[in-house]
């Protein structure tokens, strides 16, 4: 009686022999790993604080009459915050917000206003000493303009309320986007590269004498570079978390959330691939396709510094990007300890993409 062929057993022999491949490239293992342990390595020695981030709201019962409230609000290196109550006190403790600024009457002539600041430990020292003396310029100016009889229009209080929060680091901020940034590389350099030289040297013509069926092929291959790149994000997470005390809120529940996180965006970021492989009419032409995918994303999804630091006008484009939702969705699950359901909306963004691109990648896909 002849033996049944296992499709399953076949697409599991690919995907071994593929990922023996795939750790003898040593491209795939420096794109995947190297460059983003060393943007890690670089921003986890530089800093031990948070980035630079001057997003401030006013309390509820702040004076807006006074030459000072205007004034801030003109400053382009300050984002106002339109929050209050418990909203507010929220993001003070996870430091989406540097400060909250109550100015009010002081009840003395001179200063007629006082300048109260609240924020949190998870914000960095320097964005308030920063805000502190922005403060005091503006108020600097105000006094050398209208007041010049005036000692000063107003007084900053130099102590500052803190409340409870998470200490934010450089490294809370950058390792989502380097992960980010691992991952879209390898989904689309390393199966644009992979399936044109299949292609090419006539691989996937000789899997046809075989009884495997074409989807089992494309599956095996596939497979392959999904347990690569799960082995990396692994490594990336590990090196962060215990060189450089990247902050996994719930421990292990938040590790594997991160981890289904990073399948989902996997999944997507190979379609591009997908598509690159097949729209490449030479080995020399696949970088180029591949960069006008990649770089947009590298540079404008928030993967070095926040979308905010963007003009207004371009902040739309950045969030269409998938990888900034990619990054959103990574920095709220282990920072803020987020569940994926909390990450809806990203996720039905990357969801929408995915259906995009893999419809694309179903019509332009070349099996020879």
């Known amino acids: 009686m002849p033996v049944q062929y296992s499709q399953l057993r076949a697409m599991l022999a690919i995907t071994k022999g593929s990922l023996k491949a795939v750790f003898r490239s040593p491209s795939a293992v420096l794109f995947s790993i190297a ?5 890690i390595l670089v921003f986890g020695f530089i800093g031990g604080g948070s980035r630079v981030s001057l997003s401030i709201a006013f309390a509820a019962n702040t ?26 006190k929220e993001d003070l403790e996870k430091g989406r917000v540097t400060a909250m600024i109550n100015i009010r009457k002081s009840g003395v002539e001179n200063p007629p206003y006082s300048i109260d600041i609240s924020s949190s430990e998870a914000v960095n020292p320097q964005n308030l000493q920063v805000l502190q003396s922005i403060l005091n310029a503006v108020i600097a100016g105000i006094n050398q303009q209208t007041y010049s009889n005036t000692p000063t229009i107003a ?15 450089t490294i809370d901020f950058i390792l989502p986007g380097q992960l980010g940034f691992s991952l879209l590389s390898a989904g689309v350099f390393g199966v644009a590269f992979l399936f044109f030289n299949l292609r090419q040297q006539l691989v996937l013509k000789r899997f046809y004498a075989t009884p495997i069926r074409r989807p089992y092929i494309v599956l095996g291959e596939a497979l392959s570079r999904v347990i690569f790149q799960m082995m990396t994000a692994i490594i990336i997470i590990g090196v962060g978390h215990y060189a450089f005390k990247f902050t996994l809120v719930n421990g292990v529940e938040t590790f594997l959330t991160i981890m289904l996180l990073s399948f989902i965006a996997l999944i997507l970021f190979m379609g591009f691939g997908f598509i690159v492989s097949s729209l490449a009419k030479n080995e020399s032409s696949i970088p ?24 207004s006008w371009l902040q739309p484009l950045c969030r269409i990007l998938p990888l900034t939702h990619f990054n959103n ?18 996720l039905m963004i990357l969801g929408a993409w995915t259906v995009v691109v893999y419809a694309v990648a179903f019509k332009t896909f070349k099996w020879e």
Do not use: H, W
């Open 63 to 88: 004076d807006t009459l006074n030459p000072v409230y205007p004034a801030l609000k003109k400053i382009a290196g300050i984002r106002i915050v339109d929050k209050s109550g418990q909203a507010l």
């Open 329 to 346: 969705a990574m920095r709220s699950i282990a920072f803020e300890g987020a569940a994926l359901s909390a990450c809806g909306k990203e």
């Open 288 to 311: 180029p396709l591949a960069n006008l995918i990649t770089l947009p994303q590298f540079l404008l999804a928030g993967t070095f510094f926040s979308i905010d630091a963007f003009p």
């Open 155 to 169: 007084m900053v209080n130099s102590r500052i309320e803190k409340i409870p929060g998470r200490i934010y680091r």
């Open 35 to 39: 460059f983003p342990l060393i943007f």
